[in-house]
């Protein structure tokens, strides 16, 4: 954004709300990445000319996009209290997950992902296990599929040591990585997965519904914290996405590449240069916001130092 007053920067000019501007500085947006590049990259004496405006404006939020997805460190978090179906709505600018936490009497506790499925899609049958359909021809289904009732109602057995796990009560012995538990039954010894053995609730993204599904041990009007990544293009909205400066000089070579790498007539050897050139510009952007900090690295040595009793 253009340079603005401590005043308008610190109270945003009397208005609301106060902290629109706080840390505005660290960004530039996609009216100025497009403004400039359109002046100092495209022309008649540049390898880009004649371009038009929109199709530069594509560009550059496919390369906003595709710093979102794995370059950027800016994560959103957004915390609700799940529904009495035991669901977590995804937000609309959701691409994909980083942790889910329950927040619980001051402390988050991170949740771990269900590998089994816990959800389903499910349509109404007659005795003779035929569909039935409405009027319409389209298939009836019930209000919930048998999977989802056992969820919701806690039916449903689990690998994960909770309640719904069928050795729940049973003493465990961590034996060469693996959990073992004695049965009532010979005594016989049957090996869990550690990556199950976990007692905290459990949840599964739906990602065609746009839900996360938890356990229903997590019990009712659970505080859920999803911490996420978007795509950056702040729903349509294009005045208000931005990119941060370190990344500044990457989206221009994003955008010449791409540009140069879809027209006819240029030379194989003129798109390789600018292949690598946004390559190495990535790079050096990676390394920039990485925030590898010389006061960091002395705590981490100072720590091997300390015997382990």
Excluded: C
């Excluded at 050795?167 to 959990?179: K, Q």
């Excluded at 911490?227 to 989206?251: A, R, T």
């Amino acid at each position: 954004m253009g340079y603005i007053s401590q005043f308008q920067y610190y109270e945003n000019g009397g208005g609301n709300p106060e902290g629109a501007n706080w840390g505005s500085y660290q960004y530039v947006s996609l009216y100025d990445i497009v403004n400039n590049f359109m002046l100092m990259y495209a022309g008649n004496h540049s390898l880009v000319n004649n371009e038009d405006r929109f199709k530069v404006l594509f560009h550059a939020k496919r390369a906003i996009q595709e710093l979102n997805y794995d370059a950027f460190k800016e994560v959103k978090v957004l915390q609700l209290t799940i529904t009495d179906q035991y669901r977590f709505i995804l937000p609309s600018d959701f691409v994909n997950w980083v942790r889910i936490s329950m927040y619980k009497n001051g402390y988050l506790y991170p949740l771990t992902e269900n590998i089994q499925v816990n959800y389903a899609k499910s349509y109404l049958q007659d005795n003779n296990e035929r569909i039935l359909f409405d009027v319409g021809g389209n298939a009836l289904s019930p209000e919930f599929s048998e999977l989802d009732y056992q969820r919701i109602t806690g039916g449903k057995k689990s690998i994960y040591l909770n309640t719904g796990h069928p050795f729940d009560g049973f003493e465990g012995y961590f034996v060469g990585g693996n959990w073992y538990f004695t049965t009532p039954f010979g005594g016989a010894w049957y090996a869990l997965n550690t990556e199950t053995a976990n007692a905290n609730p459990t949840f599964s993204i739906d990602r065609a519904s746009g839900v996360i599904n938890f356990s229903s041990n997590i019990g009712t009007g659970a505080s859920v914290v999803l911490e996420y990544v978007s795509d950056g293009m702040e729903n349509g909205d294009d005045s208000k996405v931005h990119v941060n400066k370190m990344f500044e000089d990457f989206v221009y070579a994003y955008i010449e590449y791409a540009i140069l790498n879809s027209k006819l007539g240029v030379q194989e050897y003129v798109v390789n240069r600018a292949r690598k050139r946004k390559g190495a510009l990535l790079r050096n952007a990676k390394i920039r916001i990485s925030n590898i900090h010389p006061g960091r690295l002395l705590m981490n040595l100072r720590g091997m130092d300390k015997w382990i009793k």
